[in-house]
Every structure is written in C-alpha cells, then in structure tokens.
C-alpha cells in the first residue's frame, strides 16, 4: 500500500515526549514512529516535529484536502447560501447540523471532480457546467496538525450558482424544485436534505469549511461588484 509522505520524523532515543500512545487501552512505551494508513483518504503519523523539538501527530490527507462546494443563488435580490443536513456526531452528537456540500478527494480525481462528484451526491442535482474554482490559495484546515506542503496540495473551494427559477420559497428559506432532484444515492454519511439560508445564517454556522467557503465567494462576488447582492 502507498503510503503519503510526510514532515513527521522518528523519535530519536532519549528525546522527551508529551504525548502517550495506547494501543487496545493498554501504553506502549518508547514509539519511535507510528503510521495509520488508509489508501482512499491518507496518513495519519505521529513522531517527531519537524523542527526536532517536540512530538507531535500530523495528517496527510490523499490530495493534502478535499474539497469543497458551494451553492448559491441570488433570489429576489437576495444571497441564499446552500447548504446540506446530516449528522456528525464529532461537531454535534445530539443532532444534525448544517454545511456546505464538501468531501475527501479520491486518489484518482482531480480537486475538480472532487467537488462536482460531492455535489451531486449530496445535492442530487445535475450543474456540472456551472461548476468553478474560487479565487485564493489552497486551505489548510489546522496548520498544527494538517499537511499540505506538496505542490497543489491543500483544500479547493470551489462554487455552483442555481438560477432563482430552480428554488422555490420555504419555511427555513429555499429549497431546489423537486423535479430537479435526484433519488438519493449516498446515505452512508446520513445526508438528510439540502436548503439554501440567507447568508447571514450561513455565516453563523459552527462549520469552518462553511465559513471559508462562503468567505471566498464573498471575495468572489465583490470582485465582480454584487456587493449590494450580499449586504441586503
């Protein structure tokens, strides 16, 4: 099995540790290094820091990051903010949550096919064409613990717009016409139904990836003067 590079060392002998590993509950002493592999989403590493300071553990995810997508439409003068409903139990364990559409990038895609694949599975709705890349660099989700120093490495945002004749009004916001979506074909990760919220909404949401995303199309739509759009 490949296994991705990383920054993460071998511990040399004698060097001090903060960090413990256990293994089936139980301590094992003087781990040198230490790799969880799996071939679709990446390396999980832990030894010694770069700078040889410290111990540490890094992810080196298939890619350096995934990616992510986001819908929008503007609707009666208005910016709606699509996102998805489903449970992650490590953001919120006593409920499901809301965030854009994004996922891990398959070893064989691109970041491109990432995100248009990733919306159509959670979205259930066929806008390959509409689909494009943000402005701005490759992000890095937690600089502490997440590498993406290869080249092209790191998490792509990348944007869809729905035209106001594919939503329709609803309590919550808007919801895409039914006979645009598809049967769901990917409950695995518990997708329970997307809605687009007002962006103010969107922004207030405990999902980094959600804030960053609309953040770059933020920059994206002021570039091309629809702030007035935005601040309504």
Same mark, same amino acid.
């Given at each position: 099995?490949?296994?991705?590079?990383?920054?993460?060392?071998?511990?040399?002998?004698?060097?001090?540790?903060?960090?413990?590993?256990?293994?089936?509950?139980?301590?094992?002493?003087?781990?040198?290094?230490?790799?969880?592999?799996?071939?679709?989403?990446?390396?999980?590493?832990? $030894?010694?820091?770069? !700078?040889?300071? &410290?111990?540490? %553990?890094?992810?080196? *995810?298939?890619?350096?990051?995934? @990616? #992510?997508?986001?819908?929008?439409?503007?609707?009666?003068?208005?910016?709606?903010?699509?996102?998805?409903?489903?449970?992650?139990?490590?953001?919120?364990?006593?409920?499901?949550?809301?965030?854009?559409?994004?996922?891990?990038?398959?070893?064989?895609?691109?970041?491109?096919?990432?995100?248009?694949?990733?919306?159509?599975?959670?979205?259930?709705?066929?806008?390959?064409?509409?689909?494009?890349?943000?402005?701005?660099?490759? $992000?890095?989700?937690? !600089?502490?613990? &997440?590498?993406? %120093?290869?080249?092209? *490495?790191?998490?792509?945002?990348? @944007? #869809?717009?729905?035209?106001?004749?594919?939503?329709?009004?609803?309590?919550?916001?808007?919801?895409?016409?039914?006979?645009?979506?598809?049967?769901?074909?990917?409950?695995?990760?518990?997708?329970?139904?997307?809605?687009?919220?007002?962006?103010?909404?969107?922004?207030?949401?405990?999902?980094?990836?959600?804030?960053?995303?609309?953040?770059?199309?933020?920059?994206?739509?002021?570039?091309?003067?629809?702030?007035?759009?935005?601040?309504?």
């Amino acid at each position: 099995m490949k296994i991705l590079p990383t920054l993460i060392e071998a511990i040399p002998r004698g060097m001090g540790r903060g960090w413990s590993v256990f293994i089936n509950e139980k301590p094992v002493p003087d781990v040198r290094e230490l790799q969880l592999v799996h071939e679709k989403f990446g390396t999980l590493t832990y $030894g010694k820091n770069p !700078s040889g300071k &410290f111990d540490q %553990w890094a992810f080196h *995810e298939v890619g350096g990051g995934g @990616a #992510v997508i986001v819908p929008f439409v503007r609707f009666q003068n208005r910016l709606f903010i699509g996102v998805v409903e489903q449970n992650r139990p490590f953001q919120k364990n006593s409920g499901p949550v809301l965030n854009v559409p994004r996922g891990f990038m398959d070893p064989k895609e691109s970041h491109f096919e990432s995100a248009v694949r990733e919306f159509r599975e959670e979205v259930r709705v066929e806008t390959v064409a509409r689909v494009f890349l943000l402005d701005g660099e490759p $992000g890095n989700p937690n !600089s502490a613990f &997440f590498e993406t %120093w290869g080249e092209g *490495e790191g998490v792509r945002f990348y @944007a #869809v717009e729905m035209m106001a004749d594919e939503v329709k009004a609803a309590p919550y916001g808007l919801s895409i016409r039914k006979d645009l979506v598809k049967p769901m074909s990917k409950s695995a990760e518990g997708i329970m139904n997307s809605v687009f919220i007002p962006w103010q909404k969107a922004m207030l949401l405990g999902d980094m990836m959600t804030l960053s995303g609309v953040g770059r199309l933020f920059a994206y739509l002021s570039a091309r003067q629809f702030v007035h759009v935005c601040l309504d």
